[in-house]
């Protein structure tokens, strides 16, 4: 045998074809296109899965308990445009973006004081450690007491359950941004308020997205829970939660699915519209977030 | 003869004889969580206006840690470090650095926003004559074309020209460079530290830049700071002719080489 020692090998330089390959790009088949196509995946598992409802429904035949699939869009139909679904929904969603507009405030002013000073930053970090674990709807029979039955203790829980998820986010996504930026950003000249605006925010936001995500959905699952227990509002208008309650008593069951069903749109659309533009337009843009 | 002389003479004057930065007897510590370390000893040099100052040395040297403290960012346990004269007690943009990692460029602004940014944060230029100077330094390191695009979708060469750009637009006295491209591969290194000495040959800049690669150092520099490790004293201090002189470079290249692993023994014996 010949090794690498003893053996000679002459140098040899080759040239590379530019033309000629084959198939170099071909396009997919119709039914590889929508395989690949995950809206379409989707689309089947739900068709598969309202199919067994309805089905279910059919077979057991007792509305009061199950009502079909069908049964249920036409109520969610019928509730929406002739009925007061829409209505609850939007006076949901106003105490909710209340509640979410001031956790998010204080979240920002708590944040703030923590990266700026130590006894800040040992406030928010016992404080996040202590009510984070807190259920907002637990924290209601005192609210009730405290602001009184109507929009005052439903803000409160919420801002309770926006609040910590922000806030602990911020602070962490503050606390990741690299040593590099900061270094750019007082070499620039920046400092204090000015340094927090332009260079900890933009830097932190995947971590802020996160933590008003994940604030959203705990605001929004704390406001039907809430509605659901403590019912009507001082001021008169009903949320969904109180619509699902009241549509059980009378034994409507097809509307206490259309309630159930309108919870489940409008936190779909939250998440799957609003939330998802933001990231497109601010965090997947600037390739912080694939 | 006489009138380079007289020449000489009058930009002493004009320049008062100072060096533009000055560094004496600095010691720098810092601390990790178990340690605290002096990464500098009593290092002094000093850098004049047009130089292009190297401060080379094996990792463990301090020269990171020197580049901070000139940029403010560090404040030093002993001795001082002067700009112009004038000590230097915080971070400002007359001291603007180009790093090493890629995220020094901020990923939610554009090329040309990241310049402009740059430029208008630090007061020295307001709207559209930011916008204009930013344009004007991207198109020195061409990347006119991408102007309009994110970091993100640059190469690691194209964003440290950005952060070149955006260092020079700013017009500092001193542009501080900390190992600008020890993260880029070999070719696009060597292409890179060319279009940096062209820069230089149009502007003229001061620019104080740190390396770990002798050659590197060699190639870029004028004058050369050797510094030893643990902590960081100051080794030599030589001048290099660069690319005008390929014998006396690959001469340096060798010296420095023996200063700084003088005091070790020779490695893998019988070897080489």
Redesign the interface.
């Known amino acids: 045998m010949t090794d690498a020692v003893s053996a000679y090998r002459a140098d040899v330089v080759y040239e590379v074809q530019t033309e000629g390959f084959g198939v170099v790009a071909k396009p997919l088949t119709l039914w590889q296109r929508l395989y690949g196509s995950g809206f379409l995946r989707k689309a089947v598992v739900v068709v598969i899965l309202a199919t067994t409802w309805q089905f279910y429904a059919w077979r057991l035949g007792n509305p009061l308990i199950v009502p079909t699939f069908l049964e249920t869009v036409g109520a969610y139909v019928d509730q929406l445009l002739g009925g007061p679904l829409l209505a609850r929904a939007l006076s949901s969603l106003q105490v909710l973006l209340m509640g979410y507009a001031v956790g998010v405030v204080l979240a920002a002013a708590l944040t703030s004081l923590a990266i700026a000073t130590t006894p800040g930053r040992d406030l928010l970090e016992l404080l996040t450690a202590i009510l984070t674990p807190l259920p907002a709807i637990a924290l209601l029979p005192l609210a009730l007491i405290w602001f009184g039955l109507g929009t005052g203790s439903y803000v409160f829980v919420l801002v309770h359950s926006v609040l910590w998820p922000v806030a602990l986010n911020t602070y962490a996504g503050f606390r990741a941004v ?1 040593p ?2 900061r ?8 400092g204090g308020l ?1 340094f927090i605006a ?2 900890l925010i ?2 932190a ?1 995947p971590h802020i997205l996160t933590g008003m995500k994940l604030g959203w959905a705990f605001a929004w699952r704390t406001l039907v829970a809430a509605e659901l227990v403590f019912g009507v509002s001082s001021s008169g208008s009903a949320g969904l939660g109180w619509y699902i309650y009241e549509n059980k008593n009378m034994l409507e069951i097809a509307n206490v699915f259309a309630g159930l069903f309108m919870v489940t749109v409008i936190g779909l659309l939250i998440e799957g519209i609003i939330f998802r533009k933001i990231e497109q337009l ?1 965090v997947r ?4 977030q694939t | 003869m006489l009138m380079e002389v007289m020449k000489d003479i009058e930009t002493r004057k004009a320049g008062g004889g100072l060096p533009l930065l000055s560094a004496e007897g600095v010691t720098l510590q810092y601390k990790t969580k178990e340690h605290l370390i002096t990464a500098t000893y009593r290092v002094s040099f000093n850098v004049l206006q047009s130089d292009r100052f190297v401060i080379v040395g094996p990792s463990g040297c301090g020269k990171s840690t020197l580049l901070k403290a000139i940029g403010g960012h560090i404040r030093p346990i002993e001795g001082v470090i002067r700009l112009d004269g004038k000590l230097i007690t915080r971070p400002g943009p007359d001291r603007m650095m180009v790093f090493q990692e890629f995220d020094q460029l901020l990923p939610w602004k554009t090329v040309k926003e990241n310049v402009t940014f740059a430029l208008t944060s630090s007061g020295r230029y307001k709207g559209r004559a930011a916008a204009e100077r930013a344009m004007d330094y991207i198109a020195k390191v061409n990347l006119t074309k991408f102007a309009d695009s994110y970091p993100h979708t640059l190469s690691g060469g194209m964003k440290q020209r950005v952060a070149i750009a955006r260092g020079m637009a700013l017009g500092p006295a001193i542009l501080l460079m900390d190992e600008p491209f020890a993260a880029l591969d070999a070719l696009t290194r060597q292409k890179m530290q060319e279009e940096l000495l062209q820069l230089w040959q149009d502007t003229r800049f001061t620019m104080l830049f740190v390396t770990h690669s002798i050659a590197e150092a060699v190639h870029v520099g004028n004058r050369i700071l050797v510094l030893s490790p643990h902590p960081g004293q100051v080794r030599a201090e030589l001048t290099s002719r660069g690319r005008s002189d390929p014998e006396g470079s690959a001469r340096l290249q060798k010296q420095i080489e023996s200063l700084l692993f003088a005091d070790e023994r020779p490695r893998g014996q019988g070897h080489d």
């Open positions: 690299s590099t930026l270094m750019v950003g007082h070499t620039v000249g920046l000015g332009k260079i933009p830097a936001f601010t843009r600037w390739g912080m």
